[in-house]
Protein backbone atom coordinates (compact mmCIF):
# COMPACT_ATOMS: atom_id res chain seq x y z
CA UNK A 1 0.00 0.00 0.00
CA UNK A 2 1.58 3.46 -0.79
CA UNK A 3 1.96 5.76 2.17
CA UNK A 4 0.43 9.01 1.76
CA UNK A 5 2.90 12.33 1.78
CA UNK A 6 -0.67 14.27 3.32
CA UNK A 7 -0.58 16.37 6.70
CA UNK A 8 -2.07 13.83 9.33
CA UNK A 9 -5.45 14.88 10.49
CA UNK A 10 -4.32 15.89 14.14
CA UNK A 11 -1.27 17.91 12.91
CA UNK A 12 -3.76 20.19 10.35
CA UNK A 13 -5.68 21.40 13.39
CA UNK A 14 -2.68 22.37 15.34
CA UNK A 15 -1.92 24.63 12.05
CA UNK A 16 -5.14 25.53 11.60
CA UNK A 17 -5.50 26.87 15.64
CA UNK A 18 -2.15 28.70 14.88
CA UNK A 19 -3.02 30.41 11.92
CA UNK A 20 -6.38 31.01 13.74
CA UNK A 21 -4.33 32.69 16.67
CA UNK A 22 -2.25 34.63 14.80
CA UNK A 23 -4.85 36.42 13.18
CA UNK A 24 -7.00 36.70 16.44
CA UNK A 25 -4.14 37.98 18.70
CA UNK A 26 -3.02 39.96 16.00
CA UNK A 27 -6.21 42.06 15.89
CA UNK A 28 -6.78 42.13 19.72
CA UNK A 29 -3.73 41.08 21.64
CA UNK A 30 -2.93 39.13 24.58
CA UNK A 31 -5.25 40.23 26.88
CA UNK A 32 -8.04 40.78 24.20
CA UNK A 33 -7.93 37.97 22.35
CA UNK A 34 -10.40 35.06 22.75
CA UNK A 35 -9.49 31.36 22.81
CA UNK A 36 -13.02 30.64 21.82
CA UNK A 37 -13.12 32.76 19.00
CA UNK A 38 -9.74 31.02 17.88
CA UNK A 39 -11.45 27.40 18.21
CA UNK A 40 -14.38 28.61 15.96
CA UNK A 41 -12.03 30.42 13.24
CA UNK A 42 -9.83 27.30 13.60
CA UNK A 43 -13.00 24.39 13.18
CA UNK A 44 -12.19 22.85 16.58
CA UNK A 45 -13.17 22.68 19.96
CA UNK A 46 -11.91 24.76 22.84
CA UNK A 47 -10.92 20.49 24.28
CA UNK A 48 -8.70 19.91 21.43
CA UNK A 49 -7.45 23.66 21.47
CA UNK A 50 -6.29 22.84 25.49
CA UNK A 51 -4.89 19.26 23.73
CA UNK A 52 -2.09 21.26 22.46
CA UNK A 53 -1.71 24.43 23.92
CA UNK A 54 -2.12 24.28 28.29
CA UNK A 55 -3.43 28.04 28.02
CA UNK A 56 -3.97 30.96 26.23
CA UNK A 57 -0.15 32.29 27.29
CA UNK A 58 1.09 29.05 25.79
CA UNK A 59 -0.71 29.27 22.32
CA UNK A 60 0.64 32.84 22.43
CA UNK A 61 4.05 32.06 22.49
CA UNK A 62 3.48 29.05 20.10
CA UNK A 63 1.98 31.25 17.56
CA UNK A 64 4.88 33.77 17.90
CA UNK A 65 7.63 31.11 17.27
CA UNK A 66 5.83 29.82 14.60
CA UNK A 67 5.38 32.77 12.56
CA UNK A 68 8.58 34.02 13.11
CA UNK A 69 10.19 30.92 12.57
CA UNK A 70 8.25 30.94 9.08
CA UNK A 71 9.70 33.99 8.19
CA UNK A 72 13.42 33.84 9.36
CA UNK A 73 13.21 30.76 7.10
CA UNK A 74 12.42 32.39 4.06
CA UNK A 75 14.83 35.26 4.67
CA UNK A 76 17.65 32.53 4.99
CA UNK A 77 16.53 31.16 1.71
CA UNK A 78 16.94 34.55 -0.20
CA UNK A 79 20.42 34.91 1.75
CA UNK A 80 21.65 31.84 0.59
CA UNK A 81 20.77 32.19 -2.84
CA UNK A 82 23.79 31.21 -5.64
CA UNK A 83 24.23 35.25 -7.08
CA UNK A 84 26.62 37.98 -5.51
CA UNK A 85 26.47 39.33 -2.01
CA UNK A 86 25.34 42.72 -3.50
CA UNK A 87 22.18 41.27 -5.30
CA UNK A 88 21.33 38.25 -2.30
CA UNK A 89 21.30 41.76 -0.34
CA UNK A 90 19.00 43.77 -2.56
CA UNK A 91 16.95 40.55 -2.91
CA UNK A 92 17.01 40.45 1.40
CA UNK A 93 15.88 44.04 1.29
CA UNK A 94 13.13 43.58 -1.07
CA UNK A 95 12.12 40.78 0.93
CA UNK A 96 12.02 42.73 3.98
CA UNK A 97 9.47 45.28 2.11
CA UNK A 98 7.13 42.67 0.95
CA UNK A 99 6.63 40.85 4.40
CA UNK A 100 6.10 44.51 6.13
CA UNK A 101 3.14 45.36 3.47
CA UNK A 102 2.12 41.70 3.10
CA UNK A 103 2.25 39.92 6.39
CA UNK A 104 0.06 42.18 8.83
CA UNK A 105 -0.73 39.87 11.53
CA UNK A 106 2.87 38.84 11.96
CA UNK A 107 3.83 42.88 12.23
CA UNK A 108 0.81 43.57 14.45
CA UNK A 109 1.95 40.51 16.91
CA UNK A 110 5.90 41.81 16.91
CA UNK A 111 4.94 44.93 16.80
CA UNK A 112 2.88 44.00 20.76
CA UNK A 113 5.61 41.54 21.64
CA UNK A 114 7.76 44.72 21.78
CA UNK A 115 5.90 46.53 24.00
CA UNK A 116 5.31 43.59 26.36
CA UNK A 117 9.18 43.51 26.22
CA UNK A 118 9.59 46.75 26.87
CA UNK A 119 7.34 46.42 29.84
CA UNK A 120 8.81 43.77 31.23
CA UNK A 121 6.13 41.08 30.09
CA UNK A 122 7.54 39.31 27.69
CA UNK A 123 9.07 35.89 27.92
CA UNK A 124 8.81 35.05 24.23
CA UNK A 125 11.01 37.54 22.92
CA UNK A 126 14.27 36.28 24.17
CA UNK A 127 13.16 32.81 22.85
CA UNK A 128 12.40 34.62 19.30
CA UNK A 129 15.53 36.18 19.27
CA UNK A 130 17.51 33.46 19.95
CA UNK A 131 15.79 30.62 17.33
CA UNK A 132 14.50 33.05 14.72
CA UNK A 133 15.92 36.65 14.77
CA UNK A 134 19.48 35.73 15.56
CA UNK A 135 19.93 33.56 12.68
CA UNK A 136 19.09 35.68 10.15
CA UNK A 137 20.37 38.97 11.15
CA UNK A 138 24.62 37.29 11.55
CA UNK A 139 23.83 35.81 8.15
CA UNK A 140 22.79 39.15 6.57
CA UNK A 141 25.49 40.40 8.42
CA UNK A 142 27.64 38.24 6.99
CA UNK A 143 26.86 38.63 3.26
CA UNK A 144 27.06 42.77 3.69
CA UNK A 145 31.04 42.16 4.92
CA UNK A 146 31.38 39.38 2.31
CA UNK A 147 30.22 42.11 -0.52
CA UNK A 148 32.50 44.78 0.94
CA UNK A 149 35.33 42.21 0.83
CA UNK A 150 35.17 41.12 -2.45
CA UNK A 151 34.45 45.02 -2.94
CA UNK A 152 31.06 44.94 -4.76
CA UNK A 153 29.91 47.18 -1.91
CA UNK A 154 31.25 50.10 -0.30
CA UNK A 155 33.72 49.82 1.84
CA UNK A 156 31.92 51.43 5.09
CA UNK A 157 30.35 50.24 8.07
CA UNK A 158 28.65 47.05 7.59
CA UNK A 159 25.93 47.84 10.40
CA UNK A 160 24.92 51.30 8.33
CA UNK A 161 24.63 49.40 5.32
CA UNK A 162 22.41 46.95 6.94
CA UNK A 163 20.48 50.38 9.29
CA UNK A 164 20.11 52.08 6.09
CA UNK A 165 18.29 49.37 4.12
CA UNK A 166 16.35 47.84 6.25
CA UNK A 167 15.39 51.16 8.37
CA UNK A 168 14.02 52.66 5.39
CA UNK A 169 11.73 50.10 5.27
CA UNK A 170 10.25 50.20 8.59
CA UNK A 171 9.73 54.42 8.69
CA UNK A 172 7.93 53.44 5.21
CA UNK A 173 5.53 52.00 7.05
CA UNK A 174 5.72 53.28 10.37
CA UNK A 175 4.96 56.76 9.02
CA UNK A 176 2.23 55.99 6.42
CA UNK A 177 -0.62 56.98 8.50
CA UNK A 178 1.01 61.00 8.97
CA UNK A 179 2.15 60.63 5.51
CA UNK A 180 -1.40 60.14 4.12
CA UNK A 181 -2.68 63.27 5.94
CA UNK A 182 0.88 65.29 4.15
CA UNK A 183 -0.07 64.19 0.93
CA UNK A 184 -2.48 63.59 -1.57
CA UNK A 185 -2.05 60.03 -2.21
CA UNK A 186 -2.05 56.76 0.23
CA UNK A 187 1.21 55.40 0.58
CA UNK A 188 -0.15 51.75 0.99
CA UNK A 189 -1.70 52.07 -2.48
CA UNK A 190 -0.78 50.04 -5.37
CA UNK A 191 0.72 52.28 -7.60
CA UNK A 192 2.49 53.95 -4.58
CA UNK A 193 3.81 50.55 -3.13
CA UNK A 194 4.85 49.85 -7.04
CA UNK A 195 6.77 53.22 -7.05
CA UNK A 196 8.58 53.10 -3.56
CA UNK A 197 9.68 49.24 -3.80
CA UNK A 198 11.08 50.36 -7.27
CA UNK A 199 12.84 53.70 -5.84
CA UNK A 200 13.97 52.23 -3.11
CA UNK A 201 16.15 49.07 -5.27
CA UNK A 202 17.28 52.17 -7.61
CA UNK A 203 18.48 54.25 -4.34
CA UNK A 204 20.33 50.98 -3.02
CA UNK A 205 21.72 50.14 -6.04
CA UNK A 206 23.53 53.64 -6.05
CA UNK A 207 24.56 54.15 -2.91
CA UNK A 208 25.99 51.18 -1.28
CA UNK A 209 27.45 49.41 -4.49
CA UNK A 210 31.24 50.52 -5.95
CA UNK A 211 30.35 50.33 -9.42
CA UNK A 212 27.01 52.34 -9.78
CA UNK A 213 26.08 50.99 -13.18
CA UNK A 214 26.43 47.20 -11.87
CA UNK A 215 24.35 48.27 -8.81
CA UNK A 216 21.42 49.75 -11.50
CA UNK A 217 21.43 46.63 -13.19
CA UNK A 218 21.23 44.73 -10.16
CA UNK A 219 18.36 46.37 -8.96
CA UNK A 220 16.07 46.64 -12.18
CA UNK A 221 16.89 42.49 -12.36
CA UNK A 222 15.92 42.03 -8.78
CA UNK A 223 12.83 44.36 -8.97
CA UNK A 224 11.88 42.14 -12.81
CA UNK A 225 11.96 38.70 -10.71
CA UNK A 226 10.47 39.77 -7.30
CA UNK A 227 7.17 41.22 -8.37
CA UNK A 228 4.64 42.25 -5.49
CA UNK A 229 3.21 39.84 -3.51
CA UNK A 230 -0.23 38.95 -5.16
CA UNK A 231 -1.65 38.12 -1.83
CA UNK A 232 -0.30 41.75 -0.31
CA UNK A 233 -3.78 43.88 -0.27
CA UNK A 234 -5.67 40.52 0.74
CA UNK A 235 -5.98 41.80 4.34
CA UNK A 236 -6.63 45.39 3.34
CA UNK A 237 -9.61 44.30 0.74
CA UNK A 238 -11.10 42.21 2.68
CA UNK A 239 -10.79 44.39 6.05
Known amino acids: MAHSSATPEPDKSRVRILQAAIREFSEHGLAGARTSAIAAAAQVNKALLYYYFRDKEALYGAALEAVATSVAESALAVLDM ?5 ERLLRFVLQHFDRILSQQGFQALMQQE ?3 FRDGQSGAMS ?10 FHRAEQIVQEGIRAGELCRVDHMQIMYAALGANVFYF ?29 FLGQAIFTDRRHGAQLARHVLATMPVPEHAFQEKKTA
Not at 82 to 86: E, I, L, M, V
Not at 127 to 136: Q, S
Not at 174 to 202: C, W
Open 174 to 202: LSSPMLRLMMSVDPLEGSAIAERRRLSME
Open 114 to 116: MVR
Open 82 to 86: KCSAG
Open 127 to 136: ILAKKAFEPM
